[in-house]
Nanobody
Framework: QLQLVESGGSSVQAGGSLRLSCAAS????????MGWFRQAPGKEREFVAS????????TYADSVKGRFIVSRDSAQDMVYLQMNNLKEEDTAVYSC?????????????????????WGQGTQVSVSS
């Protein structure tokens, strides 16, 4: 019953920054590993970032490492993706996703099939 709603997507110039938000409801937020994926037209869905239940561990795709930061706010049931130094190749629909994990607080996952709950996505367009 977990629902995820993304927001914050926009059109920006290369080198700019955006912060995407994902609001979770209908479930116990702390039980979920959270992830961000993106998909550009004609391309496969691509892993972007994942954050553990505790928030202490994060995993990033090589293409965004050093530029993007994923975080979560347990008090607000929110997960964020801070995107800095955006590039044209970052243009995509960004979706947040949740993976239920009742045993491990520190695990992250980049596997699409591990995530059972998905938001509708938010468009990020980067131009130069």
């Amino acid at each position: 019953q977990l629902q995820l709603v993304e927001s914050g997507g926009s059109s920006v110039q290369a080198g700019g920054s955006l912060r995407l938000s994902c609001a979770a409801s209908g479930g116990v937020f702390s039980r979920y590993v959270m992830g961000w994926f993106r998909q550009a037209p004609g391309k496969e869905r691509e892993f972007v970032a994942s954050i553990s239940r505790s928030g202490l561990r994060q995993t990033y795709a090589d293409s965004v490492k050093g530029r993007f930061i994923v975080s979560r706010d347990s008090a607000q049931d929110m997960v964020y993706l801070q995107m800095n130094n955006l590039k044209e190749e970052d243009t995509a629909v960004y979706s947040c996703a949740a993976h239920l994990n009742l045993k491990f607080q520190e695990v992250t996952t980049s596997r699409y099939t591990d995530y059972a709950h998905w938001g509708q996505g938010t468009q990020v367009s980067v131009s130069s």
